[in-house]
């Protein structure tokens, strides 16, 4: 049995390796001038000093931040308001909210973006604007992790018991919901927020086709630089690399602590 | 209290207006302009038959089937290897094995095509080292190909599906493999006999979603060839935000193929699965 138990990890390292090699040829690459050889030479930060003293990347860094921000705020709030209904008043509803925030999973970035594209681009006026027709697809295209999270969250608390309790307790039902339901599903909430925020963060499909390059996000800072000055850019590539990393991390403690969290409720019943 | 409960659906109102404004309607209006002539008039199949008569598009479909099924085909090979691997190992080195697929599987698109030009483009750090060292098939790799593609598409379709695989993997039963041992099976045996064909459904549903993800893919080939290389997601978006005339019908033509592809391939696995399911009784 250990044998074999061996074997497994060897697998694990290599695809592990095998993984992690671009990223971190990637890295070194940005940490020297030349590399032609087997070895790289002439160890310099000049890459990344090069893209802290550029303005543009600063801006980009804002705007990726600012389109993060918004379409998850709104999809937060309309998934809540959503399912909470559902939960509570009509269970039936469940099913046909889940099919709506599923379809963006299976279509995908492309046919998304020009779909919204072709049919709002000849409208002329506030829908027409390119930024708007951006947040509505980043509020579509999260919807699937946004969903999930808080749908999970919501069916892991007995939703309908505490309903019940606030609102024998005298609170209305908005008032019950937003200060005894939410807080409880904090973490599914905030877990479903920093994946939405990983996709954004992410894309590139979505901005291009219905911005151009209008709107300089971080990865469109990246392709336009990656052409004329790969050092500079494997900067860049890092900067995006840690940041995701830190999402994926927080991700990743959150969720193992909610699960810690489940378990302990359901060993105390 | 009736009454008041209809006063709630007021709550959905907002989830409903979204995704009819950027979901439901914009996507039927995909579907409705594809059986419309891009010179105006009404219902045609000719953008269909463009599609289906011109050279460009059909190369395009080969393309995009091509890489997708041998992207996915490897990505899930290599994902049961690694999901087998963590089911078996469990402890520190899976938690760090699943930290680093999370990572991975954010790590997409232009920087994916980016890291992939560092490595293995004409000028890149491995093709230099393999001249260096007088390894041929580094030094003449060709990324801009479509094999170079899918050596790209592979690399962010393993930590997709190992993670979708790993629970499944986890859900398998202690007591069967303790079962098959105790009958005199070997390891080996265990896994052809019993848990492979019982994570054959969820292997099959994932080899969709591959699928899909590489058929859609399309941030990545672009960064890496523009719009050279003729691949269907390419040719929609070309086809709308191209330099030339937008042509929304022949667009939407080529977006109801690539989402009937879809559509086929889940059909076909789920007949797969259903097929397998008469021989194999499921877990409860």
């Given at each position: 049995m250990?044998?074999?138990?061996?074997?497994?990890?060897?697998?694990?390292?290599?695809?592990?390796?095998?993984?992690?090699?671009?990223?971190?040829?990637?890295?070194?690459?940005?940490?020297?001038?030349?590399?032609?050889?087997?070895?790289?030479?002439?160890?310099?930060?000049?890459?990344?000093?090069?893209?802290?003293?550029?303005?543009?990347?600063?801006?980009?860094?804002?705007?990726?931040?600012?389109?993060?921000?918004?379409?998850?705020?709104?999809?937060?709030?309309?998934?809540?308001?959503?399912?909470?209904?559902?939960?509570?008043?009509?269970?039936?509803?469940?099913?046909?909210?889940?099919?709506?925030?599923?379809?963006?999973?299976?279509?995908?970035?492309?046919?998304?973006?020009?779909?919204?594209?072709?049919?709002?681009?000849?409208?002329?006026?506030?829908?027409?604007?390119?930024?708007?027709?951006?947040?509505?697809?980043?509020?579509?295209?999260?919807?699937?992790?946004?969903?999930?999270?808080?749908?999970?969250?919501?069916?892991?608390?007995?939703?309908?018991?505490?309903?019940?309790?606030?609102?024998?307790?005298?609170?209305?039902?908005?008032?019950?919901?937003?200060?005894?339901?939410?807080?409880?599903?904090?973490?599914?909430?905030?877990?479903?927020?920093?994946?939405?925020?990983?996709?954004?963060?992410?894309?590139?499909?979505?901005?291009?086709?219905?911005?151009?390059?209008?709107?300089?996000?971080?990865?469109?800072?990246?392709?336009?630089?990656?052409?004329?000055?790969?050092?500079?850019?494997?900067?860049?590539?890092?900067?995006?690399?840690?940041?995701?990393?830190?999402?994926?991390?927080?991700?990743?403690?959150?969720?193992?602590?909610?699960?810690?969290?489940?378990?302990?409720?359901?060993?105390?019943? | 209290?009736?009454?008041?409960?209809?006063?709630?659906?007021?709550?959905?109102?907002?989830?409903?207006?979204?995704?009819?404004?950027?979901?439901?309607?914009?996507?039927?209006?995909?579907?409705?302009?594809?059986?419309?002539?891009?010179?105006?008039?009404?219902?045609?199949?000719?953008?269909?038959?463009?599609?289906?008569?011109?050279?460009?598009?059909?190369?395009?479909?080969?393309?995009?089937?091509?890489?997708?099924?041998?992207?996915?085909?490897?990505?899930?090979?290599?994902?049961?290897?690694?999901?087998?691997?963590?089911?078996?190992?469990?402890?520190?080195?899976?938690?760090?094995?699943?930290?680093?697929?999370?990572?991975?599987?954010?790590?997409?698109?232009?920087?994916?095509?980016?890291?992939?030009?560092?490595?293995?483009?004409?000028?890149?750090?491995?093709?230099?080292?393999?001249?260096?060292?007088?390894?041929?098939?580094?030094?003449?790799?060709?990324?801009?190909?479509?094999?170079?593609?899918?050596?790209?598409?592979?690399?962010?379709?393993?930590?997709?599906?190992?993670?979708?695989?790993?629970?499944?993997?986890?859900?398998?039963?202690k007591e069967w493999s303790e079962s098959a041992q105790l009958l005199g099976g070997t390891h080996s045996l265990y896994?052809?006999?019993i848990?492979?064909?019982?994570?054959?459904?969820?292997?099959?549903?994932?080899?969709?979603?591959?699928?899909?993800?590489?058929?859609?893919?399309?941030?990545?080939?672009?960064?890496?060839?523009?719009?050279?290389?003729?691949?269907?997601?390419?040719?929609?978006?070309?086809?709308?935000?191209?330099?030339?005339?937008?042509?929304?019908?022949?667009?939407?033509?080529?977006?109801?193929?690539?989402?009937?592809?879809?559509?086929?391939?889940?059909?076909?696995?789920?007949?797969?699965?259903?097929?397998?399911?008469?021989?194999?009784?499921?877990?409860?």
């Open positions: 250990d044998k074999t138990k061996k074997y497994e990890r060897i697998w694990i390292l290599i695809i592990m390796i095998y993984l992690l090699i671009p990223l971190a040829i990637t890295m070194v690459y940005s940490m020297f001038q030349k590399w032609t050889k087997v070895l790289p030479e002439k160890f310099s930060l000049s890459g990344y000093g090069a893209v802290f003293s550029d303005k543009l990347f600063l801006y980009a860094v804002i705007r990726s931040i600012v389109m993060c921000i918004i379409p998850i705020a709104v999809t937060t709030v309309i998934v809540l308001l959503a399912l909470f209904v559902a939960f509570v008043y009509f269970p039936g509803l469940k099913k046909f909210i889940q099919m709506i925030c599923m379809i963006p999973y299976s279509i995908q970035g492309v046919i998304l973006s020009v779909s919204i594209l072709s049919f709002y681009v000849s409208v002329n006026n506030i829908f027409s604007n390119r930024y708007m027709m951006l947040c509505g697809a980043y509020c579509v295209i999260i919807l699937p992790y946004m969903f999930q999270g808080i749908y999970n969250g919501m069916n892991a608390i007995e939703m309908s018991t505490l309903m019940e309790s606030a609102q024998m307790l005298g609170a209305g039902g908005m008032y019950a919901f937003f200060r005894v339901i939410v807080p409880n599903i904090a973490t599914s909430i905030f877990v479903s927020a920093l994946l939405a925020m990983g996709i954004i963060f992410g894309d590139y499909v979505l901005v291009r086709n219905l911005t151009g390059t209008a709107f300089e996000n971080m990865q469109i800072y990246l392709y336009q630089i990656m052409k004329t000055d790969s050092v500079k850019a494997s900067a860049v590539f890092v900067i995006i690399m840690m940041i995701t990393f830190c999402i994926t991390a927080a991700v990743f403690s959150l969720k193992g602590k909610e699960r810690i969290g489940h378990h302990k409720k359901r060993g105390r019943k | 209290m009736t009454r008041k409960k209809y006063g709630y659906l007021l709550a959905l109102l907002p989830f409903f207006v979204v995704a009819l404004m950027y979901e439901i309607i914009p996507l039927s209006m995909v579907l409705i302009k594809s059986f419309l002539p891009d010179e105006g008039g009404s219902f045609t199949l000719v953008n269909y038959k463009i599609i289906f008569t011109k050279l460009l598009y059909q190369r395009s479909i080969y393309n995009s089937m091509k890489i997708s099924l041998i992207s996915s085909l490897a990505g899930i090979l290599i994902a049961v290897i690694g999901a087998k691997a963590a089911h078996a190992i469990k402890g520190r080195g899976k938690v760090s094995f699943m930290l680093i697929l999370n990572m991975v599987s954010n790590f997409a698109g232009i920087p994916l095509a980016f890291a992939y030009m560092i490595l293995l483009g004409n000028e890149g750090v491995l093709v230099h080292m393999g001249h260096y060292l007088g390894i041929a098939s580094l030094e003449k790799f060709q990324l801009y190909t479509s094999f170079g593609m899918s050596i790209v598409y592979i690399y962010f379709q393993i930590p997709l599906a190992t993670l979708l695989l790993i629970p499944s993997f986890d859900a398998l039963k896994w052809r006999k848990a492979i064909p019982v994570l054959m459904p969820e292997i099959l549903g994932t080899f969709c979603i591959l699928f899909a993800n590489a058929l859609a893919a399309y941030a990545t080939v672009y960064a890496l060839m523009m719009s050279d290389f003729p691949l269907l997601p390419v040719e929609i978006a070309s086809n709308y935000v191209g330099e030339i005339q937008t042509r929304p019908g022949l667009g939407g033509a080529l977006s109801v193929v690539m989402m009937s592809i879809i559509a086929v391939m889940i059909t076909l696995s789920n007949i797969l699965i259903k097929k397998l399911q008469k021989g194999v009784s499921r877990r409860g």
